[in-house]
């Protein structure tokens, strides 16, 4: 008798507690999915919030939407553009965020705030900087899909084959408040009716405050990663000829002999790499030995290049400032922000040309 | 039970004031007997003349072989001397003479007939004239295999172990025998091997057996139900089988089988879950081969419990979850359905079960037709009507096909029940629901046991040895011990140093 008074008990319990199971449900289909949001700032605190989302067609082809509103907060915007929607805006398929020239040149740390704040946004979403009005560019379809989702297929296939670095909300905020490393994003503006990475931008803290160009891809990941491979670069070899090479490994080794120190840090970039396509007659083994010794000087005077800019800037994309962080016991900001201007800083490079494919 | 006892007592009270007092005790008990019996149709009773004697020979017609009585009884009645001399005269090995009228009852409803003077009714000759009416030894139905013998269990116990002791012609192999049920009186026979099965397991059973108190025994799947330790658990604990030669190898690693009359299953114990998983073709094939087809049917079965409660879970709750790439084909497809992702599910797999139940009680022929006419004709009707999404339908389908991997059909059974509290509590808490429902899935089966043996042996509690036999199986020279779960008094199969050896060389 107890026994089934304990039972009764037990299922009358799951019926009186129905009030607490009311947990908000997302259906798929009842919500709309933000794929992509772009931000600017049309005045010093009023933002812009463009955000896309796709509309699914019956027939199975994606229609790209947008919808623009302003306001002081982020999740103000999102509200506004509920009440223009059929269904409830929610932020959990996010896969990239845009932020607008002049936006990134101001700073972008209080727009990041909703993206870190919000537990159903990812970390893996894709940041970019965008070259235009956020509005315009858009509004309009560049592929079957809505351009959150072609964005964000845009960077990741870039990334993955290894043409620019890797970059996502999670890299950029890890290099905002690590110290010895600046963020970078890439640049993104639209040219005639497509959609490109035309660039990476570098910033000082939140702020966008340089950019390096397409050329200079190659050795930017080839001295970011510390193991990198699959990146290309057009080598010339003379007026109008070209050879194009293909990294199969590079390895990126620090040396730097006295830490926070005005000594030299070496740059040892150890590269193997093969050639694809090459058009200055047939391929022998000497200029097999020229184009190894061509790209290796490339690399050391571009590479150096690119690091005086950096120098110049103050800034430290390539984290110099935290492999010597990693060195040293006598590690200081401050006093490394002194330093790091004027270091000598110097790319060594090995190359060795693996093979050139077998064409007599 | 107590209803019942009072309906017997009843009968008790009707018989004594039915008989008449005026012959002997013994007399009057048997006449009482010819009266009950009399009253059924199918008893025939004649009276047959013989040198002067009058023989009073009784019978169920459709106990005994009417051949016998006319070939082997009848013509050496002539023979008639004396009562007791009838079992040397009669080419029958089983005449028993008694008086006793519960004895004469007994065996009269085993297939006897009997025989007695009508002037002397002390005595009363039974002589055994039985037929069994059973069906031929045929092709596994339920356990199928392409490779290896196709014999399988039918009705009859005596064919059941003469099935199986021709496979194990051995003096080991002990059976003991019991009768169950107070109105089927099933014969229950327990197999187990002498000096290999342990004991205390062998011991187990037959307490359990014995100590059963029902009135009928219509299947092996009975007993199951009575005799295993979880009675409450939808996992069986026993497993059943129809191959013969299943039971026969789990007897040699010391498991012990019951084999029920009038039920074409074997049952085996104590066993493990994983056992459920195997068919016994693994055995028949390269263990390479034979392990792959395990572990396939190991995942099929979670991918059956899981994927419905997933996708209800995921796309009530979880919508970051979706990879991009599969967001538009999942919101196109829902996009015309009214119904929340647990209706919609509810009913795809509701609909799956009736096809299942449909085809299961309906003759082969219209069964395979309703299959198609269901699978087919429904479900595109279904995602045409827009009830259900054709993603849905795909996934539905899978699971039920993989549901159906399961060699042991009772298991098939249990993990397409199960899949239903996990896709309630998916809707109403989500992944955490089906965390939670798994939770209770896994706690259920750590408490299980079989015969006082744990159930999810070898995994809880971990017996590394005993996975040479589980998710996968390893090649038979490895598998020189008994598995552990048995605790068997012998623990060696084999010389595992024998076993590899390939005498090839010396022949030459």
Wanted: glycine letters at 4%; hydrophobic letters at 40%; aromatic letters at 8%.
């Amino acid at each position: 008798m107890r026994k089934l008074k304990r039972m009764v008990q037990i299922i009358l319990l799951p019926l009186f507690l129905t009030g607490c199971m009311n947990i908000d449900q997302h259906i798929l289909d009842d919500v709309q999915l933000i794929t992509g949001a772009a931000y600017e700032y049309v005045d010093d605190d009023t933002i812009e919030l463009t955000t896309v989302f796709p509309n699914h067609q019956p027939d199975g082809s994606v229609k790209n939407e947008t919808l623009t509103t302003t306001a002081i907060l982020n999740k103000e915007n999102r509200d506004k553009q509920s009440l223009q929607s059929e269904k409830p805006m929610v932020s959990g398929k996010l896969e990239v965020a845009l932020y607008e020239r002049n936006t990134a040149e101001k700073g972008i740390l209080e727009l990041l705030d909703t993206l870190s704040r919000d537990p159903s946004i990812g970390a893996n979403v894709y940041m970019a900087i965008l070259d235009g009005n956020p509005k315009e560019v858009l509004n309009k379809q560049y592929g079957n899909i809505d351009n959150g989702i072609f964005l964000s297929n845009l960077i990741e296939q870039n990334v993955e084959s290894g043409l620019i670095h890797k970059t996502n909300l999670h890299i950029f905020k890890y290099k905002l408040y690590a110290e010895g490393i600046d963020p970078m994003l890439p640049i993104i503006e639209q040219k005639e009716g497509k959609l490109n990475i035309n660039a990476i931008g570098l910033f000082e803290e939140d702020k966008l405050v340089d950019q390096i160009e397409q050329e200079k891809f190659f050795f930017m990941t080839i001295l970011l990663e510390r193991k990198g491979q699959k990146d290309t670069y057009a080598l010339k070899t003379k007026e109008e000829k070209k050879a194009s090479i293909v990294n199969i490994k590079s390895v990126r080794k620090y040396d730097i002999p006295k830490p926070m120190t005005n000594s030299e840090i070496k740059i040892n970039i150890n590269l193997k790499a093969i050639i694809r396509e090459y058009n200055d007659g047939t391929l022998n083994k000497q200029k097999i030995k020229k184009v190894e010794n061509a790209l290796k000087e490339e690399i050391e005077t571009k590479s150096e290049e690119m690091i005086q800019q950096f120098q110049e800037k103050g800034i430290d994309p390539l984290g110099i400032g935290e492999e010597v962080r990693t060195r040293t016991r006598q590690w200081d900001q401050k006093k490394w922000k002194e330093l790091y201007p004027d270091i000598k800083i110097t790319v060594q490079a090995k190359v060795k040309i693996m093979e050139s494919g077998v064409i007599e | 039970m107590k209803k019942w006892r009072n309906r017997r007592s009843l009968f008790k009270d009707k018989e004594s004031e039915i008989g008449s007092p005026k012959n002997t005790e013994k007399d009057d008990s048997l006449g009482d007997l010819l009266k009950q019996l009399t009253l059924s149709n199918d008893f025939t009773q004649f009276t047959y003349h013989v040198n002067e004697t009058s023989l009073c020979i009784g019978y169920y017609t459709p106990l005994i072989d009417t051949e016998i009585l006319h070939r082997d009884i009848l013509p050496y009645l002539k023979k008639w001397e004396s009562f007791s001399s009838l079992s040397s005269v009669l080419p029958i090995e089983e005449v028993i003479l008694t008086a006793d009228a519960a004895t004469i009852q007994e065996n009269l409803l085993k297939g006897y007939i009997f025989i007695f003077d009508v002037n002397n009714l002390k005595q009363v000759c039974l002589v055994k004239a039985g037929v069994e009416r059973t069906r031929q030894v045929s092709l596994p139905e339920v356990e199928f295999s392409v490779v290896g013998p196709k014999e399988s269990f039918v009705e009859a116990l005596d064919t059941n172990i003469n099935l199986v002791r021709k496979r194990l012609p051995m003096p080991e192999l002990t059976i003991k025998e019991m009768i169950i049920g107070k109105l089927s009186k099933t014969r229950v026979s327990v197999l187990y091997i002498e000096g290999i099965a342990n004991k205390e397991n062998v011991n187990t059973v037959i307490q359990r057996l014995s100590d059963l108190d029902f009135d009928q025994i219509m299947d092996s799947s009975y007993i199951t139900q009575l005799i295993q330790d979880n009675q409450n658990s939808p996992f069986p604990q026993l497993i059943d089988t129809e191959r013969p030669d299943r039971i026969a190898s789990e007897l040699g690693e010391g498991k012990v089988a019951i084999l029920v009359d009038g039920a074409p299953h074997g049952l085996i114990g104590p066993t493990t879950i994983f056992e459920f998983f195997y068919a016994f073709e693994d055995y028949y094939l390269n263990w390479a081969v034979a392990s792959f087809f395990r572990l396939v049917r190991f995942f099929a079965v979670l991918f059956s419990i899981l994927v419905t409660p997933l996708y209800v879970a995921v796309l009530t709750y979880h919508y970051e979850l979706i990879p991009k790439d599969l967001v538009s084909t999942l919101v196109t497809s829902r996009s015309a359905i009214p119904l929340p992702p647990i209706l919609e599910a509810i009913i795809l797999e509701l609909a799956i079960e009736l096809l299942r139940e449909a085809g299961a009680r309906l003759p082969t022929k219209v069964g395979q037709t309703i299959g198609i006419v269901g699978g087919i004709v429904i479900g595109t009707a279904s995602v045409e009507a827009g009830l259900t999404s054709n993603v849905l339908l795909i996934i539905v389908a899978l699971a039920a096909l993989a549901s159906f991997t399961t060699p042991v059909y009772q298991m098939g059974n249990t993990i397409r029940l199960i899949r239903f509290p996990f896709l309630l509590m998916a809707h109403y808490l989500g992944l955490i629901g089906v965390a939670v429902s798994f939770c209770f899935l896994l706690i259920h089966l750590l408490r299980l046991s079989s015969l006082g043996r744990p159930f999810l042996e070898p995994f809880y509690p971990v017996r590394v040895q005993d996975l040479k036999d589980s998710l996968i199986r390893l090649p038979f020279s490895m598998q020189s011990k008994r598995p552990i779960q048995e605790q068997t008094e012998d623990t060696m199969r084999f010389n595992p140093k024998k076993a590899k050896e390939k005498h090839d060389s010396k022949r030459i």
